[in-house]
């Protein structure tokens, strides 16, 4: 199982950048995924999820700013963000916590 986090960087505040997350091994459509992030120093907090039947929730602070959503097409989970501002600044994951599935994370730093 391969899950593989890109589209991180360094933004502006402001930006809205989308974050997919590439898996291999295992079956998006049919198994629940979440966003994750870690900033600077804290600990892991889920941001967003995504059910099997397509479901989603979020981390009351970010249910504005983000949204999930997935390609079964193309096996890809995604994170949109907007309106970032500098305490977005983390390392993002997605996993398949059911299975303990974590990519590797994608970097996302916000610029003032």
């Known amino acids: 199982v391969q899950l593989q986090e890109s589209g991180g960087g360094l933004v502006q505040a402001g930006g809205s950048p989308r974050l997919p997350c590439a898996a291999s091994?295992?079956?998006?459509?049919?198994?629940?995924m979440g966003w994750y992030r870690q900033p600077p120093g804290k600990q892991h907090e889920l941001v967003a999820a995504?059910?099997?039947?397509?479901?989603?929730n979020y981390l009351d602070s970010e249910k504005n700013r983000f949204t999930i959503s997935r390609d079964n097409a193309k096996n890809t989970v995604y994170l949109q963000m907007n309106s970032l501002k500098p305490k977005d600044t983390a390392v993002y994951y997605c996993?398949?916590?059911?299975?303990?599935?974590w990519g590797q994370g994608t970097q996302v730093t916000v610029s003032s």
């Open positions: 996993a398949a916590p059911d299975f303990n599935h």
């Open positions: 091994g295992i079956n998006l459509s049919i198994n629940f």
């Open positions: 995504i059910s099997r039947s397509g479901n989603t």
